[in-house]
């Protein structure tokens, strides 16, 4: 048998193994795997993950039986020191020999630390290994014992520099983002979306410093600061440098392979260096004059070197695909083709939202018929639909825009993932085509989304393509007359109505008993707000009770605004308020010099609230007699009224005091999404309740009950329901609707799009709420009196709470005010300064 050493046990090191061993006449070689650290290899991508569980095994990209049942001989914690080229040997460290027939060097990169002085001092560290995190963790947990408001600075804005962001966010100090360049992610980014993903990161807590060169370090033994100047000093207790990477090439200096000019191991299109025995692969590799830092091209060289070595013709492409998207402590950043573009190329149409941080631009050809590439910032769900129109040279609309623009603006549905072409590539990792995937399930060999994904390893790398391997496992199961099971995320294969009532007979009452019952992992930003809202629909529990599994509104019980303030919404049920509560409301305002403002729903909005105030402002409201307003969930917002018959010469029913019963019976109570209602005292309709969730409107007779309207971009008229019902019925037949709504509806789903995915439509819901089709009235009335009494005001439960206030601070580590803050005049009020374009 022929032996290959591969030197480097990292993701391409080990992606070499694996699709080596699929191969036919793989069997004729023996395979002996070094590897540097002291364990399998494991995935770099998602490291930061480690932070979450410390538990360094659920980032194997394979366990060690793995290379036994492959026949891999793996040798971790040894370094290979030498080639011998002559003999085709190599030695390791401890100074044992190993002959090979073909070598793959696999080595990958080491983190670029920059020639800054004092950077040998205790408290600096490189971003790169479990070894590295791990030492971080116990430095931090020192700091933290020794001071109450610990900093950590990361040096470099690129993309591991805003993943340590959050791993120092993890560790409980103070988050600064050092940056040498004038905008975060240069390399890939724009000037503008760089702006917009700044200021979101800035909302959740980084601490971001771009245009800083750092001269010194500064401490006597451990670090204290950072110097970039004369009087330009950041003081911080600890130092992560992310400043990019340099190839791990001193294997092929040493045994003179022909090298890049500023490092890197030359290989041509068939990955071998100037020795043909010897291959190069991954980060090491200088490939065209570059080296490729992502995931996807270090998978493709993999396989070229495997087809190489047994003496299959596939070569490296000439032209290497760079496209990415990534998810950066929760926003969603992604660029496809040629993201920066000379005006002599081609033209840009760029969307910007600063109030919704996002920023799309594409790049279209100067005849306006191809799409040339891109960049996506805080919403990227069409990235892997726009890659392929790139990818494959589809035609583009007329008028390019409506590719980006929100539907409501005329932007453009794409079509079906099937009207792809077969060789279209989806996982540009795995090499995965369209074809490929839909075959799978069209030819029998998998049933499902966990089947092909196991097959194909679509989806397996960076995630980036899952959205886009769903659709074409959905679309063709359809096309084959087949069921499809719509899951929550890959934690838990259950659709939301399906978790809801395994949570409801197991009565499981944690996140983490819900995943250790019946889902898998660690969970996700997609199934921790939604088991809490299942929660919440079930127990009626508060947010207070997992803060941790929220999402930002929830965690801190109202809504976060642009410039990373709050607002505060206490209820005022039915739009009724006495003039003493309005007294309180002025008050407060003008105590915390608050931006005033009346709400569509008869409320008043209170803006710009700091984060540290939001306990002592609700305290002073709830001790007026105020509660939260709920403008924060997914749960009842608020029951509009007009007068009615109590002032109105044309009321026929008192629709205020109606609508505040609906509106004290169903606050608090949480939903897929949010709930809004309305109730009008004559069919003049005054307050616009056919454009609510549910809304009552006083005919003669009674009150004709509407269901399923809203507002907003997608306006609905509600359907009628339920006609000339007293109170009592009324009540009785909304109780039944909206447990039949929350039980059954899928996440983030408004009452009118259930509506219309619903079988049956309003006659279903008919049959079911007033005929009991389904002999579940009783039931549903009761568990929705359980909710109604089970409510209390979470606004009153954290202010009543030390641990619960402790949430409600800045910064993680101090009790400091945000002085970054910046408002300018409004109408003899104050606003947010506006941004920069």
């Not at 023996?30 to 995935?43: L, M, N, S, T």
């Not at 408290?123 to 020192?142: C, H, Q, S």
């Not at 905008?183 to 979306?193: C, E, G, H, Y």
Request: aromatic share 8%; charged share 25%.
């Amino acid at each position: 048998m022929k032996t290959i050493i591969v030197v480097g046990n990292g993701m391409v090191g080990y992606k070499f193994c694996e699709k080596f061993r699929t191969k036919e006449g793989n069997e004729k070689f023996k395979i002996i795997v070094f590897g540097e650290e002291p364990r399998p290899a494991y995935d770099r991508v998602h490291l930061s993950a480690f932070f979450e569980n410390q538990d360094a095994k659920a980032l194997e990209m394979a366990p060690i039986e793995w290379y036994k049942e492959n026949d891999i001989t793996l040798i971790v914690g040894e370094r290979v020191a030498d080639i011998n080229t002559v003999d085709k040997k190599i030695t390791t460290a401890k100074n044992k020999g190993f002959s090979y027939d073909y070598l793959v060097l696999a080595t990958g990169s080491s983190a670029f630390v920059p020639p800054i002085k004092g950077v040998e001092k205790e408290g600096v560290f490189v971003y790169r290994t479990i070894e590295d995190l791990e030492d971080m963790l116990a430095y931090a947990e020192k700091i933290n014992k020794e001071k109450p408001n610990g900093k950590a600075a990361i040096l470099g804005g690129g993309l591991l520099g805003l993943e340590a962001g959050k791993a120092v966010m993890d560790m409980g100090l103070e988050p600064h983002i050092v940056e040498f360049a004038s905008k975060l992610m240069p390399r890939q980014l724009d000037a503008r979306s760089s702006q917009v993903l700044q200021l979101k990161l800035e909302t959740i807590g980084l601490q971001i410093h771009l245009g800083k060169a750092t001269n010194q370090i500064l401490g006597d033994k451990a670090i204290v600061g950072m110097e970039f100047g004369e009087d330009d000093i950041l003081a911080v207790d600890m130092l992560i440098i992310s400043a990019g990477i340099r190839p791990r090439d001193e294997l092929g200096k040493t045994c003179g392979l022909e090298m890049g000019t500023r490092g890197g191991i030359v290989v041509n299109n068939k990955m071998m260096t100037s020795d043909a025995h010897i291959y190069a692969i991954g980060e090491v590799a200088l490939y065209n004059q570059m080296i490729y830092g992502l995931v996807a091209p270090g998978y493709e060289m993999a396989e070229i070197a495997a087809e190489q070595i047994l003496k299959n013709d596939s070569i490296m492409p000439a032209d290497i695909d760079m496209s990415t998207k990534l998810k950066l402590i929760g926003v969603d950043v992604a660029s496809f083709g040629e993201p920066f573009m000379p005006a002599s190329k081609g033209h840009s149409i760029i969307f910007e939202n600063k109030t919704k941080y996002l920023y799309k631009r594409i790049n279209v050809s100067l005849d306006g018929t191809s799409l040339l590439g891109g960049i996506l910032v805080g919403d990227a769900s069409d990235y892997n639909m726009l890659h392929q129109i790139y990818l494959n040279g589809i035609k583009i609309p007329e008028d390019p825009s409506q590719l980006i623009l929100p539907a409501s603006a005329g932007g453009t549905s794409f079509g079906s993932a099937l009207d792809l072409p077969d060789e279209a590539q989806i996982c540009s990792c795995e090499n995965v085509s369209k074809g490929t995937i839909c075959n799978l399930i069209k030819e029998g060999e998998c049933e499902d989304l966990a089947g092909v994904i196991a097959s194909s390893k679509a989806s397996t790398s960076c995630g980036g393509c899952k959205p886009m391997v769903v659709d074409l496992v959905n679309e063709t199961l359809k096309s084959l007359g087949k069921i499809v099971k719509n899951v929550i995320c890959e934690h838990f294969e259950y659709s939301r109505q399906e978790l809801y009532a395994i949570i409801k007979v197991k009565k499981i009452t944690t996140y983490n008993e819900a995943l250790d019952s019946c889902g898998s992992g660690h969970g996700c930003e997609t199934c921790k707000p939604l088991v809490s809202s299942i929660f919440a629909s079930l127990y009626n529990v508060t947010p207070n009770k997992e803060a941790v599994t929220q999402d930002t509104n929830d965690r801190f019980l109202a809504n976060i605004q642009r410039n990373g303030t709050y607002s505060v919404v206490p209820r005022i049920a039915g739009g009724e308020i006495t003039p003493d509560k309005l007294i309180v409301i002025g008050e407060v305002g003008k105590k915390y010099n608050l931006y005033t403002k009346i709400t569509g729903g008869q409320r008043i909005d209170l803006f710009g609230a700091h984060l540290n105030d939001l306990p002592a402002i609700w305290k002073q409201l709830i001790d007026a007699g105020f509660e939260s307003g709920h403008a924060y969930g997914k749960s009842l917002r608020t029951v509009k009224s007009c007068v009615g018959s109590t002032w109105c010469r044309y009321g026929l029913e008192e629709s205020v005091s109606f609508a505040i019963e609906l509106e004290d019976r169903y606050k608090g109570l949480r939903s897929p999404h949010k709930l809004k209602g309305g109730v009008s005292g004559c069919i003049r309709e005054c307050a616009e309740a056919r454009g609510k969730d549910f809304g009552v409107i006083a005919v003669e007779g009674g009150w004709n009950l509407y269901v399923c309207g809203n507002g907003g971009a997608t306006p609905k008229h509600a359907k009628l329901l339920a006609e000339k019902v007293d109170n009592e019925t009324c009540i009785k037949y909304l109780d039944r609707f909206l447990m039949y709504y929350i039980q059954t509806a899928a996440p983030l789903m408004r009452t009118a799009a259930w509506l219309e995915k619903l079988e049956g439509g309003i006659e279903q819901v008919k049959k079911v709420v007033i005929a009991d089709s389904l002999q579940i009235a009783t039931t549903l009335e009761v568990e929705m009196q359980f909710l109604v009494d089970a409510y209390e005001c979470e606004w009153k439960q954290a202010i009543e709470s030390d641990e619960t206030k402790k949430r409600f601070s800045h910064f993680v580590n101090s009790d400091d005010r945000d002085d970054n803050l910046v408002f300018v005049p409004l109408r003899e009020q104050e606003m947010p300064k506006m941004w920069n374009n």
